[in-house]
């Protein structure tokens, strides 16, 4: 079957650390599964693993940590990217010391099958395409995370997301309007800011330049080093900034002061349980949203994909359709 892997990275490009190889068909063990992935959404995490921000022990390693398919029963299944024990973690997946995701020591979703413990099916539902089940296990999850495991906010609170474009960035604007928030997007990219507000729903989008109408309950910050002070800038006395990446960097200035003195929680975030998933998954069906889709590329034209992702030219997910070569 064919592969995306990762066999050696190159930290200055990423699109050339790219290795589309043919390898042989994963034998599920005991407990697990085997599914015909059908789609599979790139990720940061898989740009970050060709750049070499990974264990080298596990090279070469099929990367994708999203997916969707079909089981060995014929079952329409979405991935939950986790292969982790919620007792180890006190009742939370993302908390076991022990667990891994999907491409991080086990090969990944960016091949014609993957093998994976059967508690991480979760069925697929009708109404969803397969672009999108196959893009909510990673971003999407992690976004549901943040908006209220990480800020516990609740409907009529006002949520400031750092980006508009980006897997993350679309992510929290959509569900944030779903669940009756009041989404604001801070960008420097003037046709992002504009497509967040007509296509996503956010209420108002704003050029970092700009000095919000009134601070906000929570900042979404995906970005870094570029729009760090900004967030502390932009959120209320006693509220929180809840970090999931650093695609900028990862060193700004912490500038305690205005942590400490406006008592501003910082709050970190990553991936979420399985339950979580699920909800995400109902709340789709219930409400229409569903991931905005950038770009979708047969696996063999991955290097298009990727690029695309490094150039900072997406709104939304690029997927790999894992069905065409």
Known sequence: ?????????????????IDLREKDAPVAPEGWATVDVRTAALNHHDVWSLRGALDRSWLPLVL?????????DGNEVILYPLIADAGR??????????????SSGID??????????????IPKP?????????????????????????????????????????GVATALIAIGRASGLRVWVASEDAGKRAR????????????????????????????????WGHSLRAVRPGGKVVVSGATTGPNPPADLTRVFLPQVSIVGATMGTRVELERLIRLCVT?????????????????????????????GKVVFDCTAA
Not at 1 to 14: A, F, G, I, R, Y
Not at 89 to 102: A, F, K, R, W
Not at 108 to 121: D, S
Not at 132 to 155: E, K, V
Request: proline share 5%; no cysteine; charged share 20%.
């Open 1 to 17: 079957m064919l592969t995306l892997s990762v066999t050696e990275p190159n930290p200055k490009d990423p699109v050339a650390a």
């Open 64 to 72: 994708g940590s999203d997916g969707a398919g079909v089981d060995q």
């Open 89 to 102: 973690g006190g009742g939370d997946e993302t908390l076991d010391p022990q667990g891994m995701m999907l």
């Open 108 to 121: 990944g979703t960016f091949a014609g099958q993957v093998v994976v413990p059967r508690r991480n099916l």
């Open 126 to 166: 009708a109404e969803l395409s397969w672009e999108a089940a196959g893009s909510l296990g990673t971003a999407w999850l992690t976004a549901y995370r943040m908006l209220f495991s990480g800020a516990g906010l609740t409907p009529g609170s006002t949520v400031l997301v750092q980006g508009a474009g980006g």
């Open 196 to 227: 967040a507000v007509d296509e996503l729903g956010a209420h108002a989008a704003f050029s970092r330049e700009t000095r919000l109408p009134e601070r906000v309950d929570a900042v979404m910050e995906t970005v870094g080093e570029a729009t």
């Open 287 to 315: 409400t229409g949203i569903a991931p905005t889709i950038d770009a979708t590329f047969a696996l063999g034209e991955a290097h298009a994909g990727v690029e695309r992702m490094v150039s900072n030219r997406t709104f």
